[in-house]
């Protein structure tokens, strides 16, 4: 992820002052947060975003409106086939007492790394640390972008225990790693589920199950985890994020989810329109391909200078 000094992609912008990093803070539309996006090329030089750094940099927050800021995003223009196009992004999602995981992926994120950079026309990002790679294409009208996974549903991996079902504690479920690996169940299988805390603590005993099956840590903010009923109207989801109740879908948890429902014998049937969520409507769509989610939007809350703690790279 270093800087591409032939891309003709938008001028880094002014410099911090010693020892201070600039980062954008960008709101994607039915995240459950602002994402504190930072452009490495910004960065002082000999900085390594580490944790005991991400977590003097949070801390910098306390007492403004971004204190309960838990997305980070690392971003520079990338080395792939198009220069000036392309953008590396690795994304952090801070864990309760200053703790982060670096294993997992945010499409909301990812989305707000490319408005943040305010490239024109279509650009792909390579995500790091999941290893997906990303088209994000302007819609023709307004400020909504499309994001295309450029993976086929099909592809090796996609079910990572490589069968469509596996039961865990007793519920049938299909695990999913596609964007982020992802629990999915009926919640007609769970009863009770018609109660948020049950459900709520039903799906938390199935996710540690299915950590402990994928090789992740209990406390871990994978694999994620949703319920998914089907009705006359087309599929609806609950799902799970670190802290609570997502207010809508993950970007990623809509990318798996409908992945999941192009493949054969899982649980999941195939979204016929957009998928209902507690706070609106996701859309999403597959090809052989790849596996888009449709009119996803971000905005600019703010840029700010942040003091950065400095280690030596050599």
């Known amino acids: 992820m270093r800087p591409d000094p032939e891309g003709p992609g938008p001028a880094p912008g ?22 504190l996006v930072v452009r490495l090329d910004h960065l002082p030089v000999g900085a390594l975003a580490l944790g005991a750094e991400l977590a003097r940099l949070r801390q910098t927050l306390a007492g403004t409106a971004y204190t309960d800021l838990h997305k980070i995003a690392l971003y520079g223009p990338g080395t792939a086939s198009r220069p000036g196009r392309d ?9 309760p007492g200053d703790a982060f995981d670096f294993r997992a992926g945010c499409g909301h994120s990812l989305l707000a790394c490319v408005v943040a950079d305010a490239r024109p026309g279509p650009v792909t990002v390579r995500a790091v640390t999941t290893g997906d790679t990303v088209l994000c294409e302007r819609e023709p009208y307004g400020d909504a972008y499309t994001l295309s996974f450029l993976k086929a549903p099909t592809a090796p991996g996609t079910l990572p225990t490589g069968r469509p079902v596996d039961v865990l504690l007793g519920v049938p479920v299909s695990l999913v790693r596609y964007g982020n690996p992802y629990v999915f169940v009926d ?49 609806s989801v609950r799902a799970l994020t ?26 999941v049937p195939a979204p016929a329109g957009p998928v209902r ?4 409507t996701v859309t999403v769509s597959t090809a052989p391909d790849r596996v888009r989610v449709h009119h996803k939007r971000a905005t600019v809350l703010g840029r700010l200078e942040l003091p950065w703690r400095i280690h030596a790279t050599a």
């Open 14 to 35: 002014p410099s911090a002052g010693p020892g201070r990093v600039l980062v954008t803070v960008v709101r994607a539309e039915d995240a459950p947060g602002p994402t």
């Open 87 to 95: 953008l590396d992004y690795r994304f952090v999602q801070a864990l």
């Open 187 to 235: 919640a007609r299988r769970l009863p009770g589920s018609e109660d948020e805390a049950a459900l709520q603590r039903r799906l938390l005993a199935l996710r540690a199950e299915a950590a402990r099956i994928l090789g992740h840590a209990p406390h871990s903010a994978l694999p994620k985890i949703a319920a998914f009923t089907a009705g006359p109207e087309g599929l």
């Open 242 to 267: 670190v802290g609570g109740w997502h207010p809508r879908l993950a970007l990623t948890g809509a990318a798996a989810l409908a992945a999941a429902g192009a493949l054969d014998g899982t649980v």
């Open 277 to 280: 969520t507690p706070g609106g």
